[in-house]
């Protein structure tokens, strides 16, 4: 269940920017006209899950909605319908893999079944150890280099299911000490 359905996060306090991040938010805010705000809401939201432990909580977004002047119904819409967005706490390591038609031909199903039983978990979720959250995206713009998948700001294009696990193996070495 999405954590936006839940009511643990009723009586917990909004968090804050520090200043500098606020800087920052203002900064942004300032770039559209008034009662445009809205418009500064994607960004923001970047800010906010590299702010706030990598993903948006209710207390989070209602913080976010508080700044814009806008309903949270408006930043809730918005942080579920992108997939770059996690509204759940991620594992330490994020793998997307591409599911678009281009990926899907050239085998990005298999590849998201391959990584699914070798972590023991299905899209969505994280693997036990905390350490890797599956999501699969909607076209990752590498069209010509699937199946692919995105980790953070790099992209692991014309995988096989020998270069994922070369690739686990080396994320798992880099994040199971940290």
């Known amino acids: 269940m999405s954590t936006i359905a839940t009511n643990e996060y009723i009586n917990q306090p909004e968090p804050e920017f520090s200043a500098e ?3 920052e938010v203002q900064r942004i805010i300032g770039l559209f006209p008034e009662g445009k705000q809205k418009s500064a809401l994607m960004r923001i939201l970047h800010i906010a899950e590299e702010e ?12 976010v909605a508080r700044l814009l002047n806008i ?9 579920t319908f992108y997939t ?9 390591v994020v793998l997307e893999v591409c599911r ?17 039983k070798k972590l023991n ?9 905390g350490i890797f959250t599956l999501k699969t995206a909607e076209c990752l713009g ?13 992209y ?23």
């Open 21 to 23: 991040k606020m800087k």
């Open 52 to 63: 706030f432990g990598g993903w948006l909580s209710v207390p989070t977004m209602n913080y």
């Open 71 to 79: 309903q949270p119904i408006e930043v809730y819409e918005v942080a």
């Open 84 to 92: 770059m967005f996690n509204i759940e706490k991620p594992g330490k």
């Open 100 to 116: 678009t038609g281009p990926c899907m031909l050239v085998g990005s199903d298999q590849i998201i079944e391959h990584i699914e």
């Open 121 to 129: 978990i299905k899209a969505g979720e994280t693997s036990a150890d």
């Open 142 to 154: 590498a069209c010509g280099y699937g199946p692919m998948l995105q980790c953070g700001k790099h």
């Open 156 to 178: 692991h294009e014309h995988l096989t299911p020998a270069k994922v696990d070369e690739l686990l193996d080396t994320l798992r070495k880099e994040h199971s000490d940290k």
